[in-house]
Nanobody, 118 residues
Framework: QVQLVQSGGGLVQPGGSLRLSCAAS????????MGWYRQAPGKQRELVAA???????NYVDSVKGRFTISRDNAKNTVYLQMNSLKPEDTAVYYC????????????WGQGTQVTVSS
């Protein structure tokens, strides 16, 4: 089993920045990829960013150039740095981990609200 505990998030003005953190514990040796999903009200959950155990990142087109996913293997933590935030980034963000892929995650964090509003 793997436990994921998220921190960060909150309210920020358009153009601002936030950083989300996701600390993993448990059987982390089994994890190949980690990522971040988000779900806005009335919308399906979407995969925003992912990173493999080798550090290779991928992003959905809408956040490319604005969001950066990174991982600190020594701390077993994944980060999502979000810059130039837009109102349409408002959503609940979920950390996830997959034994093989985050397209079908095996583990989820508790979720954290990100609100971009003036």
């Amino acid at each position: 089993q793997v436990q994921l505990v998220q921190s960060g998030g909150g309210l920020v003005q358009p153009g601002g920045s936030l950083r989300l953190s996701c600390a993993a514990s448990g059987s982390i040796f089994s994890i190949h990829a980690m990522g971040w999903y988000r779900q806005a009200p009335g919308k399906q959950r979407e995969l925003v960013a992912a990173i493999t155990s080798s550090g290779s990142p991928n992003y959905v087109d809408s956040v490319k150039g604005r969001f950066t996913i990174s991982r600190d293997n020594a701390k077993n933590t994944v980060y999502l740095q979000m810059n130039s935030l837009k109102p349409e980034d408002t959503a609940v963000y979920y950390c996830c981990a997959g034994v093989w892929t985050v397209k079908s995650p095996d583990y989820w964090g508790q979720g954290t609200q990100v609100t971009v509003s003036s």
